[in-house]
């Protein structure tokens, strides 16, 4: 399981992950990709992101993992990176700040169509949302009328902070489909001579 550890918030997922059991590796450069099953992509800056992800040389990498169904959460910014403009592995296009500047910034309860046992708190701070979808994506929360989760596949894309709360679903459910991966993963590599 891998964080990216360009900038932002990537060690509170670390902290969360390791506390659900997984074992976590801070990804910089593109050899920290080998061998993973999952991938977190932070909050944070997602211009300074961007910057990071070129310089790195990781874009493409990431984008080929992606394509070939590697789990991948990205939480606030890293749902923007997600979008058709940045690494566009994901049929959606994400507004910046769409909520407002830093003084904007909000917690609410949201029902989360995949997450059983209630709402899970969203902490939005300079949160995007999904200003546009493709028929595939599937729309999992809303607040008025503007997408803030959504799942296609095996990504998954929350405009919130949910590793800064105490509630760790939005985690667990990633980790499902980080398994369900994995074990793909060890059959297929099992079977090739």
């Known amino acids: 399981m891998g964080v990216l550890a360009l900038q932002g918030g990537f060690e509170a997922h670390e902290r969360v992950l390791r506390r659900l ?3 976590v ?3 910089r450069v593109p050899a920290d990709l080998d061998g993973l099953h999952g991938l977190v992509i932070p909050g944070g800056e ?3 992101i961007s910057l990071g992800l070129e310089r790195e ?3 493409g990498p990431l984008r080929e993992l992606a394509r070939r169904g590697m789990p991948v959460l990205g939480s606030c910014a890293g749902l923007i990176m997600l979008d058709r ?3 566009g592995v994901m049929d959606i296009t994400a507004r910046r700040n769409a909520f407002g500047r830093q003084v904007r910034s909000f917690e609410v309860d ?3 169509s995949a997450l059983p046992d209630g709402p899970v708190r969203g902490i939005f701070i300079r949160a995007p949302w999904i200003a546009e979808h493709g028929p595939q994506v599937e729309i999992l929360a809303e607040i008025d009328g503007h997408g803030v989760a959504a799942r ?4 998954l894309a929350v405009a919130f902070h949910s590793e800064l709360g105490a509630d760790d679903r939005v985690h667990r459910l990633f980790l499902e489909s980080v398994a369900a991966y994995a074990g793909g993963a060890d059959r297929s590599s099992a079977s090739q001579p």
């Open 21 to 23: 059991g997984a074992r």
């Open 25 to 27: 590796r801070e990804v």
């Open 46 to 48: 997602s211009t300074t």
């Open 57 to 59: 040389g990781l874009s």
């Open 85 to 87: 403009d940045h690494l």
């Open 110 to 112: 949201l029902e989360l």
């Open 152 to 155: 296609e596949g095996a990504l």
